[in-house]
Antibody, heavy 122, light 106 residues
């Protein structure tokens, strides 16, 4: 059974940093691209970042480019999101999700974790 | 950037109704379109990928169609478990979600 468990969320002041983690199990982690998607309270889904299976390629939404860094440790089956220079508009639940592996270069997200809440406030 | 626009934003329907949600892309995305269902307090669930391919375990009352810039999600006979918010997502160039369509009880 595929399981994705996010952690690392919490309350942080504007300008601060947080590192989110997503522990994966139930599939061959190193064979799939992984992504972060966020959802502000009461709002819709926003794609944040995606990393390739090997970790050699990473992609970012314009809203987080230059502030967030996605990474993965395939030996630990863990995905990360380093978030720096946090702003109020980054307040959201952050979900990690797995690529379905259907078509290389066209990733779609077939399994999701339950998310971790990040609140940016003074 | 590719923008995704869903309509309607809210839909009121009864059990047994046929429901259709539309999603339009700002430019052609071929068939690289997915549909997700999200219930309150839960993570999104992938229903359909590549515009019309039903995920394993998803009831056959769900179907998707379209290509290019216009897509639809149809629920042939709405069930109590289907009241939720539905999102389309393009994955042709990066990844963009529509704003969501909430299906509520009439």
């Amino acid at each position: 059974e595929v399981q994705l468990l996010e952690s690392g969320g919490g309350l942080v002041q504007p300008g601060g940093s947080l590192r989110l983690s997503c522990a994966a199990s139930g599939f061959t982690f190193s064979s799939y691209a992984m992504t972060w998607v966020r959802q502000a309270p009461g709002k819709g889904l926003e794609w944040v970042s995606l990393i390739s299976d090997s970790g050699s390629s990473a992609y970012y939404a314009d809203s987080v480019k230059g502030r967030f860094t996605i990474s993965r440790d395939n030996s630990k089956n863990t995905l990360y999101l380093q978030m720096n220079s946090l702003r109020g508009e980054d307040t959201a639940r952050y979900y990690c999700a797995k690529d379905g592996g259907y078509t290389y270069g066209h990733e779609v997200f077939d399994y999701w974790g339950q998310g971790t809440l990040v609140t940016v406030s003074s | 950037d590719i923008q995704m626009t869903q309509s309607p934003s809210t839909l009121s329907a009864s059990v047994g109704d046929r429901v259709t949600i539309t999603c339009r892309a700002s430019q052609s995305i071929s068939s690289w379109l997915a549909w997700y269902q999200q219930k309150p307090g839960k993570a999104p669930k992938l229903l359909i990928h590549k515009a019309s391919s039903l995920e394993s375990g998803v009831p056959s009352r769900f179907s998707g169609s379209g290509s290019g810039t216009e897509f639809t999600l149809t629920i042939s006979s709405l069930q109590p478990d289907d009241f939720a918010t539905y999102y389309c997502q393009q994955y042709n160039s990066y990844w963009t979600f529509g704003q969501g369509t909430k299906v509520e009880i009439k």
